[in-house]
């Protein structure tokens, strides 16, 4: 194989040094996983697709990041909290949902019913009032799954936006030449 000189100025250094202990390899391997990813990366996006990160788990403290373009969004909101599915094509053809929810406030104990009341403003209070209230508070969470097919995408989604997403999803998009 026939040799290469590259030539790294000394203020880069430390960014060659670090990138070689996350690669865990020689120099040249580190060089090679970064243009791979580089090539990765920017192929997916003349093709049509975008980086995209998404927080999951509980407390959204984890970050994942994909190559893929997004095919819908469907959101719920009540007193006690909201959730929203977000559903995207990877750029390798797979299909992944991200399934957020907001921190949950909900009323327990023997006074839950009046403790609804609470959320729906002052006017639920008239005449009905309680110091024994107890709430609980589950902390937001975030899921990310990854099916191969739109049929696993139906336990994975509401109705709504699996019904949409059948309809969005083509196998091969319809190119239009235009002659103009």
């Known amino acids: 194989m026939p040799n ?6 000394d203020d880069d250094l430390p960014l060659l040094r670090r990138a070689q202990e996350l690669v865990g390899g020689t120099l040249s391997a580190t060089i090679v996983t970064a243009l791979r990813r580089l090539i990765e990366v920017e192929d ?14 509980v407390g959204r403290a984890g970050i994942k990041r994909f190559l893929g373009t997004a095919l819908g969004e469907w959101t719920s909101s009540t007193e006690q909290g909201s959730e929203t599915y977000s559903l995207f094509r990877t750029s390798r ?22 403790s609804r009341k609470w959320s729906t403003g002052w006017r639920g209070w008239l005449g009905d009032w309680s110091p024994d209230q107890a709430w609980m508070r589950t902390p937001a969470q975030a899921t990310f799954s990854v099916v191969d097919t739109p049929e696993e995408l139906e336990p994975l989604l509401p109705p ?8 969005t999803i083509h196998d091969d998009p319809i190119v239009e030449d235009l002659d103009i």
Do not use: W
């Not at 290469?4 to 100025?9: C, D, H, M, N």
């Not at 009323?107 to 839950?112: E, K, L, Q, R, S």
């Open 160 to 167: 709504e936006l699996y019904a949409i997403a059948l309809h």
């Open 93 to 114: 053809g797979r299909f992944a949902v991200h399934h957020d929810r907001s921190e949950l406030q909900t009323p327990v104990g023997p006074n839950a019913e009046r």
């Open 4 to 9: 290469k000189t590259i030539y790294v100025a």
């Open 44 to 57: 997916a996006k003349r093709s049509g697709f975008e980086e995209i990160t998404v927080k999951v788990g």
